[in-house]
């Protein structure tokens, strides 16, 4: 993010110590090669509530209720970047999701993260207002219907 001139995920943001605690409490999901010998990507996929969407401003989520899936932490590896992998990746997610009786599938990213808004657009989320992250600072709030 840093060499991209954006200020989301600085400061040691996030930690291994937080990727160890997602696998550790079931939401760490990693997407592998083919082969199944690299780690391509990786995320958080929470089902059910997300603290810091309870509040929204500047807009309203398109459902309500705590039925949906949330991603965190989306990251590819570099040399897997620009091939269509956090598209499928994200696929797969909403694929599970919906397996799951999820009603929507909820992300947030920081307002300068063009390849996550693009990606969002073009897996047809709905912009829907600004959240705010533990720290204080907005992040632009997505939300796609799954049913």
């Known amino acids: 993010m840093a060499r991209l ?3 989301q995920w600085q ?3 996030p930690a291994r110590a937080t990727i160890e605690a997602d696998t550790l409490s079931g939401v ?3 997407l592998c090669s083919k082969e199944e010998r690299e780690v391509v990507a990786y995320c958080a996929a929470i089902f059910g509530s997300e603290p810091t969407y309870a509040r929204i401003d500047d807009g309203e989520w398109l459902t309500s209720g705590d039925d949906y899936v949330v991603v965190h932490r989306l990251a590819v590896a570099d040399q897997f970047k620009h091939q269509g992998v956090a598209t499928h990746f994200m696929r797969l997610i909403e694929a599970l999701a919906t397996k799951r009786g999820c009603g929507s599938f909820r992300i947030d990213t920081h307002r300068d993260n063009g390849y996550m808004h693009a990606l ?3 897996l047809g989320f709905v ?3 600004v959240i705010y992250v533990s ?4 992040r632009v709030a997505y939300e796609k219907v799954l049913r």
């Open 120 to 122: 969002c657009a073009r």
């Open 135 to 138: 720290d204080g600072s907005a």
């Open 127 to 129: 912009r829907c207002g």
């Open 5 to 7: 001139g954006i200020d």
């Open 28 to 30: 760490g999901v990693v």
């Open 11 to 13: 400061n040691g943001y």
